[in-house]
């Protein structure tokens, strides 16, 4: 009797959840972009006050107002603040920040999901072609010298390289020590301290990034010449967003591709549209301390 | 499927993406169409430009060239090197006293072309100079000074008019009494945050050269060095032009 009760429930659950997921599948993606897309405002709108407030006060508003979630009007005040806040500090913020720019201009220009779905595509496909262009026109990336050094420097990567490349705490602080003296001038230059594997890690690394970037790039650009190609390009942004945000963890960069990667998807695409939406919260777990959760503070 | 749902479906089914619905005007169906993608690829191919003619990082400016070289903005720092009495000297500035200008050194460092290095050293220039020889980690990092790990560094805050200014009238004047000239030190920088109180001297700073310094790393030999990107050098304030911002009378003090 109790566990016809509990089986009931559970068909009830799952069928609600199925039915949700439905819903969302096949609803206006141009809306719930701009909603995605207001709620990465408010969450990753910018550090500077002069910008962030602005820019939050309108997402809220149109959060609330699911009507401006369409309105290209409502886009185009969106754009140009973020345009006012941003362009004096052109050369200070990070390429997501501008990026954001552009993906609110798309949503302002586009009429259509169909309009939205073609920008998208093109603004993934672009952004990812002029990544790999400055990758292979970087003399110390595609040999191994850019991941290498971030590893054991920058603290973002910290846990990945304590994890995977077996580097020790003591030898991550001592670097990053020496990095700090290095950038106020106390020394001049200094050797850094890894574990033996590690060289290898950071030049598969950097050939599994001009390889996963540059196969975006061309998916995104060429699917409209090719089935195969059109086929694969969800499958390729997702496992990029997975792979890549697990490592460096600038969230809000992931979830705008994440929108973006949305956007563009096709009615008959239901799957990848449930999937880009599971990235966005499986990118919000990226951002727990697991360092601090699988290390002890002794080890 | 609600009916508006289905009607959407059946649009979007209707309209390949590289086939929209036709609008009435073809140059606004061409910017719907290619508005943000034309505005990316403008700035992506500026990006470039800045950076291979003028020092820009590749992380910034557009920035699509983040993580692809060990030369971003964080990995720069600034080198201020002041000639006074005819020996260089490698010092630490304090700006807080200073204009927006040379307060944003992030800007600097990650886009020194030679325009904006030279507007930034000139203005650095036209300031007044005042030498604490405070250590640079008192200041920092006060646990590292109280272990005594740390050198004496020579340390410079820059002071401008405006800061004299601002402090009460009357404008204060130097003279040889030994009274009226502490009173002149303590009443002049007033302006400053207190914590920032200055104990040493205006300097005649000769020339100043101001360098961005990049990293570079050799994978083989785990050696991380740095290289100058851009410098400049700009004459600093002379004796005479140094007494007349800070309202001193020629007659007193240094005769030139």
Known sequence: MKLDMVAGLARRIRDSIRDKLTRIATSNTRSIAGKLTLLLF???????????IPIVIFAAIGLVASSLQTNGWYWAVIVAVLAKGSLPRFFVLDNHKILMIYWALALALSATPAYLATNARRLIGLAFLFAVAWKIASPDFAEGSFFHLTLVVDGRFSGFTRIVGNVSADALASNQLSMRDLLSGDITSFKTVDSPGLS???????????????????????????????????????????????????????????????????????????????????????????????????? | MDKSERSLSIAQTAMPDNRVSSAFNPYIESLRQYGASTLLVVVALSQWSFVKNSNLTPWKGGGFGMFSTVDAGPFRRLVYRFKCQGIW???????????????????????????????????????????????????????????????LY??????TRTSLIQATQPVPRRSNNRQADTHYRSYSWSALPEKRLPSGDVQVVELIEVAVEAISYDRATRTVAQHVVARCVAPGLSTSQLKARLGMPLELGQRQ
């Not at chain 1, 408010?42 to 962030?52: M, R």
């Not at chain 1, 950097?206 to 390009?233: K, N």
């Open chain 1, 42 to 52: 408010v969450l990753y709108g910018g550090d500077y006050w002069d910008l962030n």
């Open chain 2, 154 to 159: 020579p340390y410079w805050l820059a002071t």
């Open chain 1, 200 to 299: 290898m890690i950071a030049v598969g690394m950097s050939w599994w990034t001009l390889f996963i970037e540059g196969a975006v790039a061309v998916a995104f650009l060429g699917a409209g010449w090719s089935h195969r190609l059109h086929c694969l390009r969800n499958p390729l942004l997702i496992l990029f967003l997975l792979s890549t945000y697990a490592i460096a963890t600038v969230i809000g960069f992931g979830w705008l591709l994440a929108i973006c990667g949305y956007a563009q998807t096709e009615n008959q695409e239901k799957r990848s549209r449930i999937a880009f939406l599971v990235a966005l919260l499986v990118l919000q777990l990226y951002r727990a301390p697991w360092t601090q959760l699988t290390f002890s503070p002794t080890t």
């Open chain 2, 89 to 151: 000297t490698t010092v630490d500035v304090d700006l807080a006293g200073g204009p927006d200008l040379l307060r944003n050194t992030g800007e600097i460092r990650n886009y020194p072309s030679q325009d904006r290095l030279k507007t930034f050293t000139e203005a650095l220039a036209s300031m007044v100079w005042i030498r604490t020889d405070r250590t640079r980690h008192e200041h920092v990092c006060p646990t590292d000074h109280e272990q005594g790990q740390c050198p």
